[in-house]
Nanobody, 123 residues
Framework: QLQLVESGGGLVQPGGSLRLSCAASGFTLDYYAIGWFRQAPRKEREGVSCISSSGGSTNYADSVKGRFTISRDNAKNTVYLQMNSLKPEDTAVYYC????????????????WGQGTQVTVSS
C-alpha cells in the first residue's frame, strides 16, 4: 500500500483560498495518478478531482470546476489542490488517494488513502 500524507487544510472565510498538498512517503509518485476526494458530515464521499501520472490529463467534479485546480510536481513527489472561491458547502475532510495506475480510474479502484485534512469554510 502506498503511503500518502495530506496537509494544508484549515478554517477559511467564504470566498477565500487554500492549497492542499498530498505528499508520497516511501515511494515515488511518478507512476501513479492521484485523486482528491472529500467527505462532509452525514454525506457520502465524493470525488473532487484527479490527475494522471504525467499531469497531462485532469478531471473535476462539476461542483468545483472553475474554482479548484489540481497539479503535481513529481520532482517534489507532491500533488496539489488549489481551492479558490471557497463556499461553505466545500466544508469537508479532504483525502488524496492513489490507484495502481497512471490514469484516473473509477473511484472504487483507488486503493491507497491518506489520513485526510479538514477544510472548514465559514464566516
Amino acid at each position: 500500500q502506498l503511503q500518502l500524507v495530506e496537509s494544508g487544510g484549515g478554517l477559511v472565510q467564504p470566498g477565500g483560498s487554500l492549497r492542499l498538498s498530498c505528499a508520497a512517503s516511501g515511494f515515488t509518485l511518478d507512476y501513479y495518478a492521484i485523486g482528491w476526494f472529500r467527505q462532509a458530515p452525514r454525506k457520502e464521499r465524493e470525488g473532487v478531482s484527479c490527475i494522471s501520472s504525467s499531469g497531462g490529463s485532469t478531471n473535476y467534479a462539476d461542483s468545483v470546476k472553475g474554482r479548484f485546480t489540481i497539479s503535481r510536481d513529481n520532482a517534489k513527489n507532491t500533488v496539489y489542490l488549489q481551492m479558490n472561491s471557497l463556499k461553505p458547502e466545500d466544508t469537508a475532510v479532504y483525502y488524496c488517494a492513489a490507484p495502481l495506475s497512471s490514469w484516473c480510474p473509477r473511484a472504487a479502484d483507488f486503493g491507497s488513502w491518506g489520513q485526510g485534512t479538514q477544510v472548514t469554510v465559514s464566516s
